[in-house]
């Protein structure tokens, strides 16, 4: 379907652009809607008409009918189910399917579930049996009961009538602390948490009053809990007298005394009744007193009489947060200006229409599911980076319009504060007069009820004295007659005491007639008196009177004013919140826009770098073969170098040697030619010298030899060591062109490095923006909701994929069948619902496990969702589960392992688990696990359909 496009992208070249983008951000107030329109249309026009954020595409068939399974019958699909639906080429199927899961037996077994959480929040039955009140809940939704008629049902029960009895479970399972009551019903009924303005006005919530707190508890205080005699029952009693007093613990002069009234409301005029006429049935010990009046019967008609916006903003904002995750109102018990709806004209034709629908749940629901805002898929609309693009060049002609709306709320506010200053003083003026005039009627009230006690007691005696009298005349003269007849028989015992009897009856009679005498004539000076002392009052009462006329006049008429300007200034703030709001919207996204912006630079920036970096990299590569050749050249010149000087070394020790044994052959020689000269008859040392002489010849050739070969073996090493120079030369030449394309390529490379890392911060920056637009386009209604399934759906969930929800419910049909093997109409029409109580009571044992370990704990709100090692442990290690996935005829174990291709097994696996066909790459690991565990195809499928039940996709509703 097309997005809608605003109607400032249109006129952009419009003189009127400034006015059109007020119509679009929502600052001349709500997209006019008809009344003729179903009222889903109306809902998405009203949504879609000034909506920032770009709206996602609808979701898959597939994401449709899982989605709305589970919020009105509180399970996934079954195969066939999600089968039929995918085949279905009508247009109108996905109305057909609301339809006809909202007239399912599992639709108001699932709803009862739901408002027992809200309404109870899971607390331990005490008083009521809870089977007794969920079967009360489940009634009420089988019949489609009118959502105001059960909750003055559920706040007015007193557990007295046993019809009604399992409705009172509300009030008896808190004790009838009337403190809880006053927060519950205020968040469960009115969306309104007052916790923390018991004491004082709340501290952070501005429109929270201490006065309107006392003014809900003092619909409970008079009540209390007692056990009925004749029932054995807890029900609930109710005096006709206490009052509530109260006083702020941080300014003693915020004080009062509180009459019932609903926070924001006037209290209620109450009737007043004589002493010892305010009751129905007095109080008495073991007896239950009924009020003629009873505030509780008065919170009943007050909340959920059709009078009470709050209520209706409340029901229809919670039935809005059922289907799409979230309230209009976020978190749903706290509605007050500082957190206001995201789409207020939503909230207010949601409030009307539920009233005009007569309270129809079930309208409301088909609805409400029908909206174009609950068919979105979860993804964000595609074309939201070019919505950025659009939306920046306009901020700053919005931000204007926020600078007008804020200075319109600053001059309504004003307004207000000044109305508010002259109603104090009105009222501080009035209050002295109006004081005279209470003490003054007071007085006569107190004159006028001492003279009709008096009167009372006037008429009394004056009713009984005839008769007194008559008793006293007749039993004097039979006195007398009996004394008489003592005389005549004086010994006659009884017949004296008989007389004395008398005697002293007449006297007590006589006494009694004396006191009657006297009431009578004290009763009628008290009544004089009373009459004179409340004619004195009177003319200082109608004084008074005449004089607090004109001021309550004043004080009404400044009321009025106040109040108007007090909604003026809500309005305004209303309007400021939501161009403000608007205003962040686009901003997230046109930072989101950015974001890409910048990571799709990044990624170029590290493609250049990559590619400089390659380019550096094979240009010192190029250089290489002159590397190692200048390498290779030095290594064998250096080589050369040390050859050759070893050999010089080796010939100069030659020589050092060979030197050495000639200059010791010459010395020998000489010595000898000494010795020959003194003894030259010595043939010996003639031949001696002889041979000394030839060998020192020899040492001095060899000794010049090696002298000869230092010369050449040195001049050798020269040569090899101008080679090695011109070696090393050549190296360093060939290191000089290569260093400043080193130098170059490690800066590419650290180039490179700063790259990529720049390029993870901006996707990160991406992720982020992305994660904040995604929120905003759920709260903004232009995507679904993430919303984690509750526990009982998840049970419900995992026993209909594995297949145990089929199985009962196909022994219970086959059960009902033997037992009605000729059904009539009744049993036929009755049949659906018996066979759904069946069921789910064979199912119960394993959604109570679910409840156990995956819900909040009692009396505490139950919309929050926190994973824990116990429910992975439960998951990982419980058998209960295990026991579920086990292969028994029929159910999903068993038919994948009879299924021999792996393309069939994965579509039998996907649709019974996530109600989907499965993706390429999902069909691919399904194989690729089945060609690893041929041999045990049951145990594969088992750990396949748990891999699956552990997944976020199947854990959370989307």
């Known amino acids: 379907m ?16 400034a006015f059109a983008l007020a119509v679009w951000w929502g600052a001349s107030g709500p997209a006019v809607v008809r009344a003729d329109e179903p009222l889903h249309e109306r809902i998405d ?19 449709f009918i899982r989605r709305a399974s589970l919020d009105l019958i509180g399970r996934i699909p079954s195969v066939a189910e999600v089968r039929a639906f995918l085949d279905d080429q009508a247009p109108t199927k996905r109305e057909a399917l609301v339809d006809r899961l909202l007239v399912s037996p599992e639709y108001a077994r699932h709803m009862a579930q739901v408002f027992d959480v809200m309404l109870m929040e899971r607390r331990p039955e005490k008083h009521v049996k809870l089977p007794e009140w969920q079967g009360y809940l489940y009634d009420s939704f089988a019949a489609n009961k009118p959502y105001d008629q059960l909750a003055r049902e559920i706040i007015g029960a007193d557990g007295v009538d046993p019809a009604l009895r399992p409705a009172a479970r509300f009030f008896l399972d808190r004790e009838g602390e009337a403190n809880l009551l006053v ?5 469960i009924f009115l969306g309104v948490d007052m916790q923390c303005a018991q004491c004082h006005d709340h501290p952070l919530i501005a429109d929270y009053y201490q006065a309107d707190y006392q003014g809900l508890y003092a619909f409970f205080n008079r009540s209390f809990l007692l056990t009925d005699k004749d029932v054995k029952k807890v029900v609930v009693g109710e005096k006709a007298d206490g009052e509530v007093n109260f006083q702020s613990v941080f300014d003693a002069t915020k004080k009062g005394t509180a009459l019932p009234k609903l926070p924001g409301g006037e209290p209620i005029p109450e009737p007043t009744f004589a002493k010892g006429q305010e009751y129905e049935v007095a109080p008495a010990d073991n007896v239950r007193p009924v009020p ?7 919170l009943a008609k007050a909340v959920a009489g059709g009078q009470s916006r709050a209520f209706d903003r409340n029901i229809a904002n919670r039935l809005w947060a059922h289907l799409m995750g979230r309230g209009l109102v976020d978190p749903v018990d706290l509605h007050h200006d500082g957190n206001p709806p995201s789409h207020p004209a939503v909230l207010e034709l949601l409030a009307d229409a539920f009233g005009a629908m007569k309270y129809d749940i079930k309208v409301m629901l088909r609805e409400l599911a029908l909206t174009r805002a609950y068919g979105r898929s979860i993804d964000l609309a595609p074309e939201m980076p070019a919505r950025g693009a659009q939306l920046e060049s306009q901020l700053a002609v919005v931000e204007a319009e926020r600078a007008q709306a804020e200075a319109a709320a600053r001059q309504a506010q004003e307004a207000a504060g000044k109305v508010g200053a002259e109603l104090a003083a009105a009222r501080a003026t009035m209050a002295p007069v109006a004081d005279e005039l209470a003490k ?19 008429t009394a005696a004056q009713n009984a004295l005839p008769a007194k009298q008559d008793a006293a005349q007749l039993v004097a003269e039979a006195g007398a007659k009996t004394l008489e007849a003592t005389t005549k028989l004086p010994d006659d015992k009884e017949l004296a005491d008989a007389a004395a009897k008398l005697k002293t009856r007449a006297e007590q009679l006589t006494a009694e007639v004396a006191a009657l005498a006297k009431t009578v004539t004290d009763g009628q000076a008290t009544m004089k008196t009373a009459a004179e002392q409340a004619a004195a009052q009177e003319p200082v009462a109608a004084a008074a009177a005449v004089k607090v006329e004109p001021l309550k006049a004043q004080v009404a008429a400044l009321a009025e004013h106040a109040k108007a300007a007090d909604a003026k200034q809500r309005g305004a703030a209303g309007v400021l919140v939501q161009i403000a709001a608007r205003i962040e919207d686009a901003k997230a996204i046109v930072g989101y826009a950015h974001t890409l912006a910048a990571v799709s630079a990044a990624r170029t920036n590290v493609e250049k770098a990559d590619a400089d970096l390659a380019a550096a990299r094979q240009a010192v590569a190029a250089f290489q073969p002159q590397v190692d050749q200048a390498a290779q050249a030095l290594t064998a010149a250096g080589q050369a170098a040390t050859a050759a000087g070893q050999a010089v070394e080796e010939a100069r020790k030659a020589h050092a040697d060979r030197k050495s044994t000639a200059d010791a052959v010459a010395e020998a020689l000489a010595k000898t030619e000494v010795a020959l000269a003194k003894l030259p008859q010595s043939a010996e040392l003639a031949q001696a010298v002889q041979l000394l002489k030839t060998k020192a010849d020899q040492s001095a050739a060899d000794a010049k030899a090696a002298e000869t070969q230092i010369a050449e073996r040195e001049t050798a090493a020269k040569t090899v060591a101008e080679r090695a120079a011109a070696a090393k030369q050549a190296s360093n030449n060939v290191a000089a062109q290569v260093a400043p394309l080193a130098a170059s390529a490690q800066a590419a490379e650290q180039a490179a490095a700063a790259a990529r890392q720049k390029a993870d911060a901006q996707l990160a920056a991406a992720a982020d923006a992305r994660r904040e637009v995604a929120e905003r386009a759920s709260a903004r209604c232009a995507a679904a909701t993430l919303k984690p399934l509750t526990p009982e759906q998840l049970a419900m969930s995992m026993m209909q994929a594995a297949g145990v929800v089929d199985r009962e419910r196909a022994a219970v049909e086959a059960e009902w069948n033997k037992n009605h093997p000729t059904p009539d109409e009744a049993a036929q029409k009755a049949r659906p619902r018996e066979i759904d109580q069946v069921t789910s009571e064979k199912l119960k044992p394993g959604v109570a496990a679910f409840v156990a370990l995956f819900a909040a704990a009692p009396g505490q709100p139950q919309q929050s969702f926190a994973a824990t090692v116990d429910q992975a442990l439960f998951l990982a290690n419980g058998g209960q589960v295990r026991g579920w996935l086990a292969p028994a005829e029929g159910n999903l174990a068993d038919r994948l392992a009879k299924l021999a291709e792996p393309v069939p097994f994965a579509a039998e696996l996907y649709l019974a688990v996530l109600s989907r066909t499965p993706a390429e790459a999902e069909t691919a690991d399904v194989t690729a696990l089945l060609a690893n565990r041929a041999a045990d195809r049951a145990a594969a499928a088992q750990e396949l359909i748990w891999a699956l039940f552990c997944s976020a996709e199947f854990r959370f509703n989307h």
């Open 440 to 458: 003054a009627q007071a007085a006569v009230a107190e004159a006028k009820k001492n003279a009709d006690a008096a009167g009372q007691a006037v």
């Open 292 to 298: 003629k009046y009873s505030r509780r019967a008065q």
């Open 2 to 17: 097309p997005r809608r496009k605003p109607c400032w992208l249109l006129l952009g070249l419009c003189r009127a652009a």
């Open 45 to 63: 026009r009203a949504i879609e008409s000034a909506q920032v954020v770009p709206a996602a595409p609808p979701a898959s068939d597939a994401e």
């Open 183 to 187: 927060r519950d019903v205020g968040r």
